[in-house]
C-alpha cells in the first residue's frame, strides 16, 4: 500500500480552524459559501429539522456544538482562504471567481502569495546576497 500524497492546503485563519477541524477542508467551504455572514444556530441535540444538518449532518453539528473554542454567532466568510485553497486545488481564477462571488482582481489578489506561476521580478540595482 502506497501512502497517496494530500494537497498542501492554506493554513486557515484562526477563526475558521475550529470548522475546518470538524469539517474538514471541503465540506467546510461548502458551508461558508452556504451560510457565510448569516447567524447560524447550532442545537444541542438536532433533530433534522435545519438547514445546517442537512449540509453537515448530526454528529457535524453536535462537534461544532461542543467544540472547546467559542464559536461566533455569525458565520464567518473567508473569501482569502478559500481563494487560495481552490486555487491550491487546481480551479482557474475565473471559476473561482464565479464560485466566491467576488472579481478576478480580488481573486488574483487573494492569491497573489501563493501563486508559483509569477516570475519574480529582479532588480539589477539590488546585490544578491545570496
Known amino acids: 500500500m502506497t501512502d497517496v500524497p494530500q494537497p498542501l492546503y492554506p493554513r486557515p485563519p484562526a477563526h475558521v480552524a475550529p470548522f475546518v477541524e470538524v469539517l474538514g477542508v471541503d465540506l467546510a467551504i461548502q458551508y461558508f459559501l452556504e451560510f457565510g455572514g448569516t447567524p447560524v444556530y447550532l442545537a444541542k441535540n438536532p433533530a433534522g429539522r435545519s438547514e445546517v444538518e442537512a449540509l453537515i449532518g448530526a454528529e457535524a453539528v453536535r462537534a461544532l456544538r461542543d467544540h472547546p473554542y467559542q464559536l461566533p454567532a455569525r458565520c464567518p466568510l473567508p473569501k482569502k482562504w ?7 486545488k487546481g480551479l482557474p481564477v ?3 471567481a464565479r464560485k466566491l462571488r467576488t472579481t478576478d482582481v480580488a481573486v488574483r489578489r487573494n492569491i497573489a ?9 529582479r532588480d539589477d540595482r539590488q546585490l544578491n546576497l545570496f
Not at 478559500?82 to 491550491?88: D, F, P, T
Request: no cysteine.
Open 82 to 88: 478559500m481563494a487560495q485553497v481552490l486555487y491550491a
Open 94 to 96: 475565473l471559476q473561482i
Open 113 to 121: 502569495d501563493i501563486r508559483t506561476d509569477r516570475v519574480p521580478r
